[in-house]
């Protein structure tokens, strides 16, 4: 099974950015999909953005398109997630996760493995 490890989390002041990486290893063929969710305290967990990995194709949640923009790493099998003019609602633990189907997915169960989080913190 394909196994996930989230990076780059931290402290930022409103209006700034923060790059997240997820490294990859493991049976990464299996996994179509690559995404982001982001979870803050007492909400849902939420889907933030995908990628195809073979072809490249991205999805985002509206709340964060023309602010945020995922991207793959062939050569280091890994997936980064840019987040710019970040907001205080932005704040959440952030996940990588992978998704063996062909569904296009939204849903977190839609996917099959996760990584452990990384915390993002914005400051007004």
């Known amino acids: 099974q394909v196994q996930l490890v989230e990076s780059g989390g931290g402290l930022v002041q409103a209006g700034g950015s923060l790059r997240l990486s997820c490294a990859a290893s493991g049976r990464t063929f299996r996994s179509y999909y690559m995404g982001w969710f982001r979870q803050a305290p007492g909400k849902e967990r939420e889907f933030v953005a995908r990628i195809r990995w073979d072809f490249g194709n991205t999805y985002y949640t509206d709340s964060v398109k023309g602010r945020y923009t995922i991207s793959r790493d062939n050569a280091k099998n890994s997936v980064n997630l840019q987040m710019n003019s970040l907001k205080p609602e932005d704040m959440a633990v952030y996940y990588c996760?992978?998704?063996?189907?062909?569904?296009?997915?939204?849903?977190?169960?839609?996917?099959?493995?996760w990584g452990q989080g990384t915390q993002v913190t914005v400051s007004s």
């Open positions: 996760a992978a998704s063996s189907g062909r569904t296009r997915p939204v849903g977190a169960y839609e996917y099959d493995c």
